[in-house]
């Protein structure tokens, strides 16, 4: 069969995949403290090459031709997002590097922590500090819920210390994941961190600014373009199936013919 | 595939268009007493995971998963801004709280299972029975069920929410009633009502009510009223925002349909 089939197709479906990754950026192109994906790929090596079986007889021309492209893992960017002030007291943005700490359900009614770029808290009827997307509390330095006086002011430190009549009565876990490759996108504008990478956890460089909330670090136009030239891919990769279409056409129709 | 750059799309549209719904009503009440801003919230979707056997990373090892695609965005939520708005020199009858708190209001049991609402539009009138009421066209009464008869020269409502009465003829003030605040823990729990009313919910927690003045209750300026606090500027910016955003995603909409009917157009 003709080899320019699969190619076309792994093609096809590579670009379809950016397109996903790229609509879903544009989507939150508002969300609060979300970070950009790229939906990467990696050239496919011809199947003698991938499989390692160096001493079966190959054709060379047919290999360095390669086997269309593979998806990679999504990497996820992350760029620093614009700090918008909200004036509101337990709205929280982090300039520089560092993320906080949610509290939440995790497989078989265990307990997890994830962490956020998103700062945007409030208070449950019990003066527990929780987060606006779903009220999972937000956690202290050693993921415990920290509870709070809503009669009184609420300062947040730089360094997440928060302090209510000028004592400091809490304070924020804040801290930064060396491996950030290992950080797995889990919805609500969190991650997953696996133990492994939580064990190269330091404390965050950077800085919290009280009474505002990062942004979405997705840059629109570079999000359009990627969603744009993934359609463009597809056609093309499109275009080349169909053009190995009419060729297997002309070999049975002429090629084959007898008289 | 293109079918969950469609989706996520989708999820966009809709989700800005609540966003631009939460910042037409915002500017709508620019001049509402008391009014107070909301805006929605927004999060990411899951992530579906796409594990092709045999991945590599860029530094040349295998990863069994690791390929993520978002699901689009939704709004997780609307939240009022509790920030105070200006005081604005009003009627001999109206109050501005500065600080925490809120009127008590009373409503029917349908509207609040309470029968307490609670204002910051403190523009007060009295009815023809001598009750002190909210001058909307419900006129609805305050809980704490003040009424000034008789012959009246004028009322004074002190800073901790004292009503006092000015008799004619009579040097001394006449007490007429103590206006009770209100207070909640999570006040961005509270839910609206219409008419500037707000109703306790289990989110919000029970009203701690207590004295202007006390604890953590501001203290109340007679003379003037709460203005919005909407910031018409920043609504305008995130109009703008949020229309172009929609637009973009209304882009990918139509540059996966273009991917979908390439698809479709393969074999003719």
């Known amino acids: ?259 | 595939m293109a079918i969950i750059s469609l989706q996520s799309a989708a999820s966009g549209m809709s989700a800005l268009n609540t966003a631009l719904d939460v910042i037409a009503n915002n500017l709508a009440n620019v001049n509402t007493a008391g009014f107070k801003a909301s805006r929605a919230n927004f999060q990411d979707l899951l992530y579906i995971e796409r594990s092709q056997p045999g991945v590599r990373n860029a530094n040349d090892d295998q990863r069994p998963t690791g390929l993520q695609v978002g699901l689009g965005v939704k709004v997780s939520g609307t939240e009022y801004d509790f920030t105070a708005g200006n005081p604005i020199k009003g009627n001999k009858l109206d109050i501005y709280i500065q600080g925490n708190g809120f009127l008590r209001v009373q409503v029917e049991d349908a509207r609040s299972p309470s029968g307490t609402a609670y204002t910051r539009a403190g523009q007060l009138a009295l009815n023809s029975d001598g009750e002190l009421v909210l001058a909307t066209d419900q006129g609805r009464r305050l809980a704490d069920g003040i009424t000034i008869d008789g012959d009246v020269e004028d009322i004074q409502i002190d800073s901790s929410g004292r009503v006092l009465i000015k008799r004619p003829g009579v040097a001394e003030l006449e007490d007429g009633g103590q206006l009770t605040l209100a207070n909640f823990v999570n006040p961005w729990g509270l839910s609206s009502l219409g008419e500037n009313l707000f109703a306790d919910t289990d989110a919000s927690g029970p009203p701690i009510e207590g004295e202007a003045g006390t604890d953590s209750f501001g203290t109340i300026l007679q003379g003037y009223y709460e203005s919005s606090n909407v910031d018409p500027t920043t609504e305008l910016i995130n109009m703008i925002r949020v229309q172009r955003a929609f637009e973009m995603n209304s882009n990918t909409i139509r540059a996966a349909d273009e991917v979908l009917r390439s698809v479709a157009q393969l074999r003719r």
């Open chain 1, 1 to 259: 069969m003709n080899y320019g089939y699969a190619i076309g197709a792994s093609g096809v479906l590579a670009a379809m995949h950016r397109q996903d990754v790229a609509a879903n950026n544009l989507a939150n192109v508002t969300t609060t403290g979300f970070k950009m994906d790229l939906g990467a790929t990696v050239p496919r090596e011809a199947a003698r090459v991938e499989d390692g079986l160096y001493n079966l007889p190959s054709n060379k021309l047919l290999e360095r031709l390669g086997a269309g492209v593979l998806l990679a893992p999504t990497r996820t960017v992350f760029e620093q997002g614009p700090i918008e002030t909200t004036g509101k007291p337990l709205d929280v943005a982090i300039r520089g590097d560092g993320f906080l700490a949610v509290g939440g359900a995790g497989v078989g009614g265990t307990q997890t922590v994830r962490y956020t770029r998103d700062g945007r808290m409030t208070l449950d009827p019990r003066g527990t500090l929780v987060s606006v997307t779903d009220g999972s509390p937000v956690l202290d330095a050693q993921n415990n819920a920290i509870r709070l006086d809503p009669g009184q002011k609420i300062a947040i430190d730089g360094d997440g210390t928060i302090r209510q009549g000028g004592r400091e009565v809490a304070r924020l876990a804040f801290v930064d994941i060396a491996d950030r490759t290992a950080l797995r996108k889990a919805g609500a504008n969190r991650f997953d961190v696996p133990a492994a990478a939580l064990a190269s956890s330091a404390p965050a460089r950077g800085s919290i600014v009280q009474e505002a909330i990062e942004g979405s670090a997705v840059d629109p136009i570079r999000a359009m373009m990627a969603v744009q030239s993934a359609a463009n891919a597809v056609s093309a990769s499109l275009r080349m199936m169909s053009m190995h279409d009419e060729l297997t056409g002309r070999a049975i129709s002429q090629l084959g013919r007898i008289s």
